[in-house]
């Protein structure tokens, strides 16, 4: 009875254990593994040029805004964070068949869809995003998950000049 009793706590007190084993492990992952930086070559101006000109000849995409984060922070009160611009794309196809259906509808949060752009305290310039594949790993199977492809592989086309691929980490 004495080694049931001492099985069973071995048991639950292992499971408890690995929780938080796997919860300190995905706290550890998650900012590279939900968000992906690429440092690019190019000065900050010219990076923006290039990627609202590589996602307006994407088949389907358009830039919807350009937003001066920077501009913003200071105009309403922030400290001066310098260059940051983020960029708003959308497919309006794709889109469209995401959002037809009120199961779907949530997905608007994410929409358009934004790359920023900045320029670190040493002066590397750099591009950060969502990492679409984790994105749409998470919704595999799903009509959700077969958009979200796609959308992977045209921003990887948009990203090309600086041979970026979406991985897990």
Same mark, same amino acid.
């Given at each position: *009875?004495?080694?049931?009793?001492?099985?069973?706590? !071995?048991?639950? /007190?292992?499971?408890?254990?690995?929780? @938080?084993? &796997? =919860?300190? $492990?995905?706290?550890?992952?998650?900012?590279?593994? @939900? @968000?992906?930086?690429?440092?690019?070559?190019?000065?900050?101006?010219?990076?923006?040029?290039?990627?609202?000109?590589?996602?307006?000849?994407?088949? =389907?995409?358009?830039?919807?805004?350009?937003?001066?984060?920077?501009?913003?922070?200071? =105009?309403?009160?922030?400290?001066?964070? #310098?260059?940051?611009?983020? $960029?708003?794309?959308?497919? !309006?196809?794709?889109?469209?068949?995401? /959002?037809?259906?009120?199961?779907?509808?949530?997905?608007?949060?994410? *929409?358009? /869809?934004?790359?920023? &752009?900045? %320029?670190? #305290?040493? !002066?590397?310039?750099?591009? #950060?995003?969502?990492?679409?594949?984790?994105?749409?790993?998470?919704?595999? #199977?799903?009509?959700?998950?077969? $958009? *979200?492809?796609?959308? &992977?592989?045209?921003? %990887?086309? $948009?990203?090309?000049?600086?041979?970026?691929? @979406?991985?897990?980490?």
């Amino acid at each position: *009875m004495l080694k049931k009793r001492e099985m069973i706590a !071995g048991v639950i /007190l292992g499971f408890v254990l690995s929780l @938080f084993v &796997v =919860g300190f $492990i995905f706290k550890l992952a998650a900012p590279t593994m @939900f @968000f992906k930086e690429i440092t690019v070559p190019y000065d900050f101006d010219k990076t923006v040029r290039m990627l609202e000109t590589r996602i307006n000849k994407q088949e =389907g995409w358009h830039v919807t805004a350009v937003i001066d984060q920077q501009k913003e922070v200071l =105009g309403h009160g922030g400290q001066d964070v #310098g260059k940051v611009k983020i $960029i708003k794309f959308c497919n !309006g196809a794709l889109s469209g068949v995401m /959002l037809s259906e009120d199961s779907s509808k949530f997905m608007a949060a994410k *929409m358009p /869809l934004s790359i920023a &752009v900045y %320029e670190k #305290g040493d !002066g590397r310039v750099t591009i #950060g995003l969502m990492n679409g594949y984790v994105m749409a790993r998470l919704f595999a #199977g799903t009509r959700e998950g077969d $958009i *979200m492809e796609k959308v &992977v592989k045209d921003i %990887e086309n $948009i990203l090309g000049f600086v041979h970026f691929r @979406f991985t897990i980490f």
